[in-house]
Each structure stands twice: as C-alpha cells, then as structure tokens.
C-alpha cells in the first residue's frame, strides 16, 4: 500500500502511486495562501510565502504541487469562504442533491454525510428532500450551518472521526465532498475514514476541478495550496483501487469552470458504467498523458498573463481608471502571478454577505470593498475575478446601472464593452 498521508514540506513522490518521476507544469512563484487575508492591523506584519508549482506524474498522470502547507495554517477558524452566499453555487448544489437522490436510490431518512461541509449549502437539499444530514466542517463556517439546522461537527475528516460517526450514527448511505477531496493532504486518513464510515452498498460521490477542463481552458488560476491535487480519472480510478473501491460512474460538470464529478463504491457492489472507459479515452485522445499538452498550456498562461498586464498597464498609463469584481480564492494566483497590486487595482468589490469585506488580499494587500464603492465609482473597466461566472456577474453588473467595460482575464482576456453576450 502506498503511503498517502503527507506531510507539510516539500513533497518528491507522486500522491496517488508513489513515483518520483515527476515533471513540471507550472510554476507560480513564491504564494501566500489564496484564502489567508489580511486585516488592517496585519499589514505591516510579515506575510509568508510558500512554492507553488504543479508536477505531473508521468506513471499514474495526477497533477499535484510539489510543496504542502499545513492544513491547519489553510482552514484556520476564521476561514472566510463560504458556498452559499454565491447564487449560482446555492442554486447548483440544491440541484446536486435532487439528482443524487434517485441516480443513487436513496430512501426516506438515508444519513447522507458531507465532507468539508462549510455553510450547509449542500446538505440543506438533501435535508430538505427528507434525508438525515450531517456534516464535517474544520472551519467556525461551520456554526452557519448549524444555525440553520444542519447539525454539523467541527472538526477535520480523519479516521479516527470517521469510526466515532459509525458508532454514533450507523454507515452512512452516501457520502459527498465537493471541491474538498483535492484539498487534503492526508489523502489515506480520508480514504480509510470513507471506507470505515460508508455502508456497504454506499456511495461517495466527489467533485473537483478537472485537470482536462483546467489545461483546456487555461486555468492556471486553480493552482493555489488549497488544490494539493488536480485530478484526472485515470489518476482517480487508480486511487480507489488501493482501497478495495472503484470509480463506477464520471461526470463533467459545469461549477467552477469545469468539474469532474466522480461516482464511487466499494468492488463489485455496483456496475460500472461505460461513462468511465469513455472519458478515460477522452483523456487519452487528448494528449492529457503527453508532454506536449502541458507545453501548450505554459505558452497559453504566458500569452494570457502578458495581455491582461498590458491592459491593466496601458489603462493606467492613459488615465483610466480598474478595478476588481469578485474575490475567489483563485483571484490570488491570478493577481500574484500577474504582479497586480494596488497601484493598477485600487480594489476589489464584493457582495455585502462577502466574509471578506474590510480585508485585503493575500500577497498584493488590494482591499476589499462593498458592491456600493463600485456603483459610486463607476470605473472604466471591472476585471472580473470570478470570470468562470462571468456572464451572470456581467449581467448583474449592467443591471446595477454600470456602464464600465467588463473583462474577463480567462481563459483568455476578452473585453466587453456593451451588453453581456449569450
């Protein structure tokens, strides 16, 4: 058996089978962690930056960084994300929780388990449906959702919890993880407490960031510490396979810019659909196996990045005045690779239920601000962070009155100057 508990510090050998031939992907330089803002008082402190760059495995093909900051240093207490204040994620995990119900044959009061459960976003659906919710949340975001009645325990996912939920509330019937399973360095803690926790003909069902869509559509942004891992299926089945379990059903979902949603159980205990060799020849067909992929994306990022620092430069140059919308965890990869600070991007406006409002951002120190400063200022051009929402943030925007050209960054920068198309 592999060891897939890591360690914080440099790591050499591949995560999933253990290899040491790696190769370079991407390499964004010295980063603090996305989400790790600063208050007012902590900007004339020290800021600590750690590598980060992407490796792929030429034996198993997971993506990974090649340095792993302490989980506990990522999902400190005050963590300041949350699912359920973003329309079109509250709206996408209700609709997750309606199709898992019948894909999976729940009954009535089947104890559904959601791991990195946050705001209870996604377990209010299934609680609303008439199953047993309970979630997992290292986070204070946790005391949301018990505020709204999804009874939520604060703590990390790990073995040792996962066999005290088992006495305390029987196996679970599914278990979900949605842009948490990439997220976790002890990988083997989690897979052990999946497989001591879920019943025997149970199902856990994950989402992450696909690594196909991000090299596609030129997602560097979704390199940040959080994502320890970015996977593909072929990485993913291999996974599964050390622990008696098999990928029995994939989808390519829309969140994020592009997920893989990932059906799981234990062997032999469903069939597998043809939904999974159908991707991994799409992968295969794809090159996401090959070198010479991962060259194209390099020069697709550079080509990127140089186009929005001219903007952003030839706006300031002709006295126009930028600024920011949204502020998502991969906005800091984007503006720290870019070196955009400030001085080009005064500040970045959020939504009034933003936890992140009055802090800055990691590394670049741009503060964030309310919707209103935005309306106020009218400036001549909005960069939207959250791009991979861009069309309904863009609406949003002309419906508030702003006549400002809007930008989306990626995958490549594109202006609008005018109604939002589509």
Known sequence: MIDHDVPPGHLTHCQICGSHDLELVMDCGLQPPCDSLLR?????????????????????????????????????????????????????????????????????????????????????????????????????????????????????????????????????????????????????????????????????????????????????????????????????VRLFSYYDMEVYRVERVSRYGGNIRVFTSRKGRRPVEASVSELLKTEQDYGLYDGAVYSRFRSQVERSRDDLVNLVFKAKQNGLSLVGKACPGRCSTLLNYCDIGPYFMPYISEQHTSLKLGMYLPGKHIPVVKDEILIKDQPDYIVILAWHYGVPIGRILREMGLRSKLVLPLPQVTVWDGAVPG
């Open 40 to 236: 007012p008082e902590d900007l004339n402190r020290p800021e600590t930056h750690y590598p980060l760059r992407l490796f792929r495995c030429l034996i198993c093909a997971n993506a990974q960084l090649d340095y792993i900051v302490d989980g506990s240093e990522i999902y400190y207490p005050e963590y300041p994300y949350r699912s359920g204040i973003t329309r079109e994620v509250n709206v996408y995990q209700q609709a997750m929780a309606s199709d898992l119900i019948p894909k999976i044959g729940l009954q009535p009061k089947s104890l559904v388990i959601d791991i990195g459960s946050n705001d209870g976003t996604l377990l209010s659906g299934f609680k609303v449906l008439g199953m047993k919710a309970l979630g997992i949340e290292p986070t204070n975001i946790g005391q949301i959702a018990r505020d709204a009645g999804i009874e939520t325990l604060q703590s990390f996912f790990t073995e040792a919890v996962a066999h005290n939920l088992r006495r305390d509330y029987g196996p679970a019937k599914l278990m979900t993880a949605t842009n948490v399973f990439a997220h976790m360095a002890t990988l083997g803690e989690v897979m052990r407490g999946i497989v001591a926790l879920l019943d025997n003909d149970g199902v856990f069902v994950f989402e992450n960031h696909y690594l196909l869509d991000a090299i596609e559509t030129n997602q560097y942004d979704t390199i940040y510490h959080e994502h320890v891992r970015t996977y593909c299926l072929k990485a993913v």
